[in-house]
């Protein structure tokens, strides 16, 4: 790729699809969603992620125009959806947790009428609704009846049905839902593929922290109507280091006396910790874990330390935060305020 196209590329990709500016949904005195800012760019996948009832359902009924906000705004695709719902609804597809269609009706008959709702010719809709089908692997079942669909299946059917009407941005309401983890993995791949090889802007709200991590460029921690963290996992993994110091695992079945001190005494080490449980490696061999906190990356330093000391190199990690032990941080650092 030349780098006239590579930065073209990036400026795309760099656009804003959707802008919400101190959005915000009252209740009398109860805020469901309480002063939102956050901008979602052109092409990437975003998960909103957050405990049932954090608001995440409420701010997506605001950006479709399906409920007002007390304050604030949205643009989506650059529009108002508070003043140009239509605008708005013709450039996104939107999948809610739990989608109806007609049970005694073919998935076929099920995303025509969906196009022709949406002005698509009859022709041109039947050809999108066989090649939507097939992309989303339920091709074979186009002529069975949708209420003997299994879960997953509809889900598929649903994701299908949003993307009929050729959309710029697609909204997922806790997609995987009462899916299999098999469902689950083939769904968060279908999506990831989609938003990929299509340009689509994802918006995906989701209460389950590992599949969101799987598929999302970026994620955003909701807690009671507020978003109390914003960026990439590995943003937010250093965000939570305030002191910049770097945690490594170590294992070893030798822990001695001497070793401790001779990596205690490597310049930028920090503090030992020692594990109170044992671990066991492949060869069913249980050995101990210690956390040692540097002031820099030392993994090297104390492999060969630790080698140097005739000792059992059994396990050595960097620890990064995953998106669990971000969310359970940031949520007790909400907390304490």
Request: proline share 3%; hydrophobic share 35%; net charge negative.
């Amino acid at each position: 790729m030349s780098n006239t196209m590579a930065t073209s590329t990036q400026a795309v990709r760099n656009q804003p699809v959707i802008e919400l500016v101190e959005l915000t949904k009252s209740y009398g005195d109860y805020k469901a969603v309480n002063h939102l800012n956050l901008t979602i760019n052109k092409g990437e996948i975003f998960g909103l992620l957050g405990p049932n009832g954090a608001g995440k359902t409420t701010t997506i009924l605001m950006m479709l125009g399906l409920t007002d906000p007390s304050f604030g705004q949205a643009r989506i695709c650059g529009f108002d959806p508070t003043r140009e719902a239509l605008k708005v609804k013709r450039r996104v597809g939107y999948l809610p947790d739990d989608i109806g269609f007609y049970e005694d009706r073919t998935p076929l008959d099920n995303l025509i009428y969906t196009a022709r709702l949406n002005g698509i010719s009859r022709d041109e809709a039947e050809s999108r609704a066989v090649t939507l089908l097939e992309k989303t692997g339920i091709a074979e079942q186009m002529r069975k009846k949708v209420g003997a669909f299994s879960r997953g299946m509809r889900q598929r059917l649903g994701l299908a049905d949003v993307l009929i009407k050729n959309p710029e941005v697609i909204i997922l309401d806790e997609p995987t839902l009462g899916i299999d983890p098999e469902g689950v993995r083939e769904l968060l791949q279908l999506i990831s593929s989609l938003s990929r090889d299509q340009g689509l802007t994802v918006l995906l709200s989701s209460h389950h922290l590992h599949q969101v991590q799987q598929i999302c460029d970026r994620v955003g921690l909701f807690v009671q109507g507020q978003l109390i963290a914003c960026g990439d996992i590995r943003t937010l993994s250093h965000q939570l280091n305030d002191d910049g110091s770097i945690n490594i695992e170590v294992g070893t079945n030798q822990w001695t006396e001497p070793l401790l001190s001779s990596i205690s005494g490597l310049e930028g080490v920090l503090e030992i910790y020692r594990n109170q449980s044992t671990a066991e490696s492949k060869d069913n061999e249980e050995y101990d874990l210690a956390t040692i906190v540097c002031d820099r990356d030392l993994t090297s330093q104390i492999a060969e330390t630790i080698i140097r000391s005739n000792a059992d190199l059994v396990y050595l990690r960097r620890k990064d935060y995953g998106l669990d032990d971000i969310y359970h941080r940031y949520f007790e650092r909400k907390g304490e305020r």
